[in-house]
């Protein structure tokens, strides 16, 4: 099966990025750990208080991230989710902490991640009611804005369940406003054209104006099925979504469930390589208590971390299919470029990709270096257009490479493509 399909990337709109939520966040992909995919709406603190969603569950991966390097790697915020509220809302209409899971409170919980130099997330709803049956924010948008400011809070997950849709864009530019009036630094994290898509497509400049990421598609499981489904939405939609990603703006695919149960390393490693394609917030939701030394090393990954949060602040994106492989590339600095080869025959063993098959390989003209950062660290050296080398992917995994041109005079109207954010597809099939 030879049938290559390019998708060659054209250059026409202007970048977005003048037009992002100005409160001087969310420069890069944001950083750190959500409590959601891995221990969901535990609330049994009586049989499995190691589990349950509480305070005590922060603070220990808090003093885990610490001890553990994951602070000095970048990851930042400790982002609690669903189910830690009050069922109830106390006498002047605020949320309260569920008082048994938490009996400190949130503004000493925000005390004890900030001390640890962390940042705190907390979770709410633009509808009537949080997903799993907590008060929703719809009516007190001011009121929870300013609760959260005054306790410390420094990262806003909203949510979107039990909201009329047509009010979804209200709801969220309203919250928006609110948390800008209390004065204090909050990432704001949507799920706005989540529950827009379903009804029409999303207003993506309205979007970037808002927040600071956005969630686009379904929850990630702990799966290679789900993976690779988010990855192909991504894929599909990357006309629309890709130009919208820049410094203070990201489209969100959802946590990183590496360290689990359900994805094979090599899977891991194609989850972590392609979160930074994408320039997606790092948010990993697992056990730091307990991880497997391989699955650290590669969240720990300085080279990947590296490409996640280039300061170019492009999105990459999906540039050919290719007999079962999928190549995506993502600009960086510097006029470099990240490549992703990704193997999707799901059968047999490691399969060759010549690496000049790859459309961004342009810029080795006439001569680029190469490193390949996964499936392990190798520098593969000065290659030209013409080079020969191939690299081997397993099955279900991707090999990750930087490409920096390797003339300082280097001169090739093709690549001034990748320092502009729009793209627009055109399917080319040759042999
Ligand atoms: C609020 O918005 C203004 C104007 O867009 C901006 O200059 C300011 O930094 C924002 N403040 C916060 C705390 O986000
Ligand atoms: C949603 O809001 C629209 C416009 O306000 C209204 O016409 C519609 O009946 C509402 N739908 C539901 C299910 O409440
Ligand atoms: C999208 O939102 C922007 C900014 O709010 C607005 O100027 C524009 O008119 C909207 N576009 C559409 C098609 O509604
Ligand atoms: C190629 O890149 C590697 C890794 O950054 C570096 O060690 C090496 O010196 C570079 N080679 C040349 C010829 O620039």
Redo the contacts with the bound molecule.
């Keep these: 099966m030879c049938r290559v399909v390019f998708v060659v990337a054209l250059v026409v709109l202007v970048s977005p990025e003048a037009h992002g939520l ?3 966040l969310a420069l890069k992909p944001t950083m750190g750990w959500l409590h959601w995919e891995r221990f969901m709406c535990n609330t049994d603190c009586d049989t499995d208080p190691d589990n349950c969603v509480s305070e005590r569950l922060y603070m220990q991966m808090a003093d885990v991230m610490v001890k553990e390097g994951w602070r000095e790697a970048g990851y930042e915020y400790v982002c609690i989710d669903d189910c830690w509220p009050s069922h109830q809302r106390d006498a002047q209409g605020r949320l309260q902490a569920d008082p048994k899971r938490f009996p400190g409170g949130i503004k000493k919980l925000a005390d004890y991640i900030h001390s640890r130099g962390l940042k705190l997330g907390i979770y709410g709803d633009v509808g009537t009611s949080t997903c799993a049956g907590y008060p929703g924010s719809l009516g007190y948008y001011e009121t929870d804005a300013q609760t959260f400011a005054d306790w410390g809070v420094d990262l806003l997950k909203f949510d979107g369940c039990y909201m009329n849709w047509t009010r979804l864009g209200d709801g969220y530019v309203t919250m928006s406003k609110a ?2 009036r209390t ?3 909050i990432i704001y994290s949507c799920e706005w054209p989540l529950y827009e898509w379903p009804f029409h497509q999303p207003n993506y400049t309205a979007i970037r104006e808002t927040c600071n990421h956005w969630r686009n598609f379904a929850d990630v499981y702990d799966s290679w099925s789900s993976i690779k489904s988010i990855v192909e939405w991504t894929a599909a939609h990357q006309e629309i979504i890709v130009p919208s990603a820049g410094p203070g703006g990201w489209n969100d695919p959802d946590m990183l469930v590496i360290g689990n149960f359900g994805l094979s390393h090599d899977q891991q490693e194609s989850q972590m390589a392609l979160w930074a394609i994408m320039a997606a917030p790092l948010l990993m939701s697992n056990d730091l208590r307990d991880i497997c030394p391989r699955s650290k090393g590669l969240l720990q990954n300085r080279q990947i971390i590296a490409i996640s949060q280039d300061p170019l602040g492009k999105q990459g994106y999906r540039t050919a299919k290719v007999d079962s492989f999928e190549v995506w590339e993502r600009p960086l600095s510097k006029k470099r470029l990240a490549i992703a080869v990704l193997n999707k025959q799901e059968i047999g063993g490691p399969r060759r990709f010549p690496i000049g098959m790859a459309p961004g390989w342009k810029i080795c003209d006439p001569q680029c270096n190469v490193t390949q950062i996964l499936p392990q660290y190798k520098e593969l050296g000065i290659q030209t257009l013409h080079s020969k080398v191939a690299v081997l992917v397993n099955p279900s995994g991707t090999v990750l490479m930087t490409v920096t041109p390797a003339n300082r005079h280097f001169k090739s109207h093709h690549s001034l493509h990748w320092q502009d954010t729009s793209i627009k597809d055109k399917h080319t099939t040759i042999l």
């Design positions: 100005d409160n001087g948390l800008n004065g204090r630094n």
